[in-house]
């Protein structure tokens, strides 16, 4: 599937070896913990499924995921990034149904408007933005490497994986099998489905109902269960090495990922080709809206589209959701758009100066911010003081350099 046009972004990363180590906190080992300085990376982010998109949760997501990726390559790495798509789903087609479109063209639209809220934040592209109904091949081979191996059987047709072939099931989400039960249910899992030898056993594919899409295979038409596609377009985009200890570096997405959709990719990576899956497992918190979670179900999403069409300045969007670190559960609120916006016209006044205080230390001290974890509340405190050091007329920096160095570091050009 198309990505979306790139921000501008030097193509060759000079190596740089005084930047810091990145640090991150790891859901698997539960730390922040040092990630291996190599030369590439293979990083793994979950995609939309294409109805009510994009949301300023997506938002804070996929920001967090590109500053992780400018951080690597600024410290003079080359990252290689893969993200899907959920473009054939349960809640893809019931939204369908409920709204009397087809579910094709209620992706297609969803997905332009994606595309477009990505590039207006200025977030890098993936190398590979892979919709599931053109990965169905790649989705197929890996069932039949979980059939090669014993793991698969079968309930009235439809194909279940079994968890606990991994011994590490549930390790990385930390939770016990009961709080494990009561997740899966609540996120797409049918652990009373009678037939089934495990009651989390994760289904792989889904013989095709009536009215409903279907693919062939040889395992009869339908279609893949979630937690596939995603092992199945890492492990065949990003192209593991079977050197490695893990095939892919880092996979990431929503904390309402980590159980069951990251746990189960996991466990079907490991067991599919015998390599571990992801090194990391990065997760961000949750957006919520005047003291609720924003959901679908509560009808209360804010849409970077609609702020766009406000006249709000994609850059103080950027700027908004970096206020929170990108672990926390954080409430969204409209004075904190306007601080933004201060913000925002204060740095692009000052970025226009001729003299301007002092920009090498910042740089420094806002890497060393970033290497910790992300810690983005620092770096805007940092960019405040340097402003208010720059109004009071201090003097010594480079405006441009300051201004290059925030566009390739944190994706933010004034
Ligand atoms: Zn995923």
Redesign the pocket.
Known sequence: MKSWAGPSYPKEPSSRADVPVLNLFNTASAQIEPVEVKDFYRMYV?GITPYDATHLGHASTYISFDLVNRYLRFSGATVAFVE?ITDIDDPLLERALRDGVDWQDLAHSQIELFRGDMVALRVIPPDHYIGVVEAMNQIIKSILLLQKEDSLYAVEGDLYFRVRRDPEFLQRSHISSSAALEIFSQRGGDPDRAGKEDRLDALVWRRQRPGEPGWPSPFGMGRPGWHIE?SAIALHYLNPSPQDDYAIDIQG?GSD?IFP?HDM?AAQGLIATGQKFARSFIHTGMVGLDGEKMSKSLGNLVFVSRLLADGIDPMSIRLALMGHHYRSDHMWSAPEINHAENLVSRLRLNLSRVEVAETSPVMVEICIAMSQDLNTERVIALLVTWCEQTESGQSGGSAGELARFLDELLGLAF
């Open positions: 979950c899907n995603c997405g990922l959709h990719s």
